[in-house]
Nanobody
């Protein structure tokens, strides 16, 4: 059974940066589109970013476009989310997920990590 494990979360001041990593074990991510989602307290889980199997295509939620960058290293089985110019409204638990198709839809993703908490203070 494959596993996705996020790391790199923490507390940061507004305007700061964090880089989340997602390590896959037990399966190769090269056959999956990968995505990042987030869930803020009291809110539903929402799409943040996705990247295609070969890293030629990426797509971002409007709320993070220009500030966040998704990338992947298939040789290392890693996916990243570089988050710059963080805002208090970015505070959430961030989840890494794998999908057979390049999609922004939560229901398209079959495999999920346990989440990494990001807190942005004002």
């Amino acid at each position: 059974q494959g596993q996705l494990v996020e790391s790199g979360g923490g507390l940061v001041q507004a305007g700061g940066s964090l880089r989340l990593s997602c390590a896959a074990s037990g399966r190769s991510i090269s056959t999956y589109a990968m995505g990042w989602f987030r869930q803020a307290p009291g809110k539903e889980r929402e799409f943040v970013a996705t990247i295609s199997r070969d890293p030629s295509s990426t797509y971002y939620a409007d709320s993070v476009k220009g500030r966040f960058t998704i990338s992947r290293d298939n040789s290392k089985n890693l996916v990243y989310l570089q988050m710059n110019s963080l805002k208090p409204e970015d505070t959430a638990v961030y989840y890494c997920a794998a999908s057979a198709s390049y999609s922004i839809l939560l229901r398209s993703y079959n495999y999920w990590g346990q989440g990494a908490r990001v807190t942005v203070s004002s």
